[in-house]
């Protein structure tokens, strides 16, 4: 039934773009499970005691910057009101205690002050957007000089042949997003980790 199976692979990608309602609560526990390496590697490349995740979905990037040594804060940005719940309630703790800050907002319109960040880390998000420029732009803007910007992405190759990114995604090659970090003043160094299905990439870029 290919209207049946493009219905279900477009919800798919409504909701990897935007998390919500029932579906949401169980993509939120997928994305945490299967991005987790990824993440892990993008915290691992935000050092410093102010940063943030942009774009967190299930939380497990604010989780493990929170676990970090030497972590002072902590902001989630996010575009998803119900994922933006789901964090108030898993780190209600780390929110009382002023470690946490999450705020709604978008990669293109950052709740930040210029150079107010040591690192920023965003996973998986880019596909979502038309103008990366604008927000790499806005990254640089808020990470300090010699901080860093990262960006995990799944390859673009393998991304293209799962179905549902048929529907809304953006996929770049892994140069055009190394260059639009590069336009906004970043000097960029990239990696590929051999991720099961899909390989990643992750860009760390340190605004000059
Ligand atoms: C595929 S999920 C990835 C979540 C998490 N980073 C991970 O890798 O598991 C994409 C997330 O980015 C959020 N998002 C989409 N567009 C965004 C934007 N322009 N600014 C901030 N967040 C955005 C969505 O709400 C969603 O939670």
Redesign the pocket.
Known sequence: MPGLRAKVMSTLAGQ????HGLLGKGVARI??RG?RP??EAAAEAATGTVVA??????G??LELLLARSGTEVVHG????PD?LARARSTFARDLAAGRLRLSA????ALPFADDSLDAAI????IY??SDLDAACAELARAVRTGGAVVI?IGDPDAMAAMPFTAYGFTLRPVAEVRAALERAGCTVTERQLPSRPIPTHLLVAVPG
């Open positions: 990897l773009g935007n998390p994305l945490n991005n990824l993440i995740d942009i774009g967190f979905g299930g497990v990037g940005v996010e575009l998803s994922m907002g978008s990669l293109t965003t996973v998986n998000t979502f957007l995990g």
